[in-house]
């Protein structure tokens, strides 16, 4: 069974239209304790990541978000849900769940942190196409490199350990689409608004479940 975690801050029905489409059980909840016993979980998000740190913490979605990673269950992560699973955020100058090392910036932050101020919109909003980095992810197998997915997007991951990094854009700089460390793999991206590969991505979720 997986489990879609809903702290208020999700794009929920999108990711539920989805799974309904791929056949998958899932179990949508406000309440930790409903997802307790499923296998995987997912982690969408749309929003502000203080709100959503806030609700995290209110609701218990923080304690069981990491102590689900801490048993080694699969997290899929999106949107915002790849970003405050690192340590801080500047969107509201907040501290995060920590699961993994790093923080999250600006564009205009970063870009200026690279010396660099390309005549680009912010936020990304659109498609981009993917390039894939360190033996890229186990979510993203049957899919060829260079296929567009669609992002909306302020803020841009910035891992401490660039390994994590399975897939990147360019918007500016190099953007981290897609990190992975052992059964938590997340996307900046929006599998659930992608087309036929961002099926792909969560069927893979749904049918595989690799050794971590």
Not at 87 to 115: N, Q, T
Not at 147 to 166: A, C, G
Not at 187 to 195: A, L, R, T, V
Request: net charge negative; hydrophobic share 35%; glycine share 10%.
């Amino acid at each position: 069974m997986i489990g879609i975690i809903d702290y208020n801050a999700g794009n929920i029905k999108s990711v539920e239209r989805s799974l309904l489409k791929l056949g998958a059980e899932y179990v949508l909840s406000k309440n930790p304790a409903d997802l307790v016993s499923c296998q995987k979980v997912i982690f969408p998000g749309v929003g502000e990541a203080k709100y959503a740190m806030e609700q995290l913490k209110s609701s218990g979605f923080d304690s069981f978000l990491k102590d689900f990673y801490e048993e080694g269950k699969p997290i899929l992560g999106i949107c915002l849900g790849s970003q405050i699973i690192f340590d801080y955020s500047e969107e509201g100058d907040v501290e995060c769940l920590g699961l993994l090392k790093g923080s999250i910036k600006h564009f205009h932050s970063a870009w200026k942190s690279l010396g660099q101020s390309p005549d680009l919109k912010v936020p990304e909003i659109g498609w981009n196409d993917l390039n894939y980095s360190n033996g890229s992810s186990w979510l993203l197998e049957g899919i060829p490199e260079h296929k567009d997915f669609y992002f909306v997007h302020s803020y841009i991951i910035q891992p401490e350990d660039e390994t994590i990094i399975k897939a990147w854009v360019d918007y500016g700089c190099k953007v981290p689409a897609c990190v992975e460390k052992g059964s938590l793999t997340a996307f900046q991206f929006h599998p659930e608004k992608s087309g036929e590969f961002g099926l792909k991505i969560l069927k893979n979720f749904i049918d595989k479940t690799p050794e971590f």
